[in-house]
Each structure stands twice: as structure tokens, then as C-alpha cells.
């Protein structure tokens, strides 16, 4: 990340709340997707955009991660689901 011109490394203090942007095709799709990935973790779903065309949609996932690993395994995670076209 560059931070004020310079590559720096963000360092970030763990357990702390993160914000993954799931888009897809299917509302329904997207939520159950969702669901298989945090499993009994608690997190907040809210609809966050879609497309002019309404082709895509995309959902916004809070939950607390516990670590980087945690939260680069969460973000794999969505990121091989059949449902989920992009993760940001």
C-alpha cells in the first residue's frame, strides 16, 4: 500500500470488524453462499449495489476477523463459491 508516496505494510491490530463486497448473480445465491462460508460466525448482510441492468448485485459482509490469516482464508473463501462472481 502506498502510504504518502512511500510502500509501506498497514499494520493492522486483530480481532477487528472487515467489510468483504460479494457480487453475484442471485440475491438468494449470494446469501446462501454466505452462510456456507461463516458458517456459525456472526456477521451483518446488507444489500449494497447492483448493476444498471440489474444483471449483478452486490452484498456487503461484516464480521470480526481474528487475524491476516483469517481474513485472506475468509476472502478465499468467497472467492471459490460457484455463486460468487468477484470479491472486493
Not at 457480487?23 to 446469501?31: A, T
Amino acid at each position: 500500500m502506498l502510504v504518502n508516496g512511500c510502500k509501506q505494510k498497514v499494520e493492522m491490530e486483530y480481532p477487528c470488524p472487515w467489510v468483504y463486497k460479494i457480487i453475484g448473480r442471485e440475491q438468494g445465491e449470494l446469501r446462501g453462499a454466505i452462510a456456507e462460508v461463516v458458517q456459525a460466525r456472526e456477521c451483518l448482510v446488507s444489500l449494497s449495489n447492483s448493476s444498471s441492468g440489474g444483471k449483478y448485485l452486490c452484498l456487503d459482509v461484516e464480521l470480526v476477523v481474528l487475524s491476516a490469516e483469517d481474513r485472506e482464508a475468509q476472502y478465499l473463501a468467497f472467492k471459490e463459491h460457484s455463486a460468487v462472481v468477484m470479491v472486493l
